[in-house]
């Protein structure tokens, strides 16, 4: 893809640190089975691997 990552958010975010809602929310992802697509870049690199258990890089 030309400079894109696709997001999925495989898991729930009950339970988990107000921090890393704020971190799967900032990716745009509100919804299980949800997936967005973002620039791929450091950051949204680094979001993603701040909550690895919670999200996916879909290919």
């Known amino acids: ?4 990552i696709r997001i999925r958010l495989k898991r729930s975010t009950i339970g988990t640190p107000a921090k890393l ?4 929310r900032g990716l745009g992802l509100r919804r299980i089975g949800q997936i967005v697509e973002r620039p791929d870049g450091p950051a949204t690199r680094g979001m993603v691997k701040k909550v690895p258990h919670l999200v996916e890089v879909v290919e």
Do not use: A, E, F, I
């Open 21 to 24: 809602r704020k971190v799967v």
């Open 1 to 4: 893809m030309d400079g894109k």
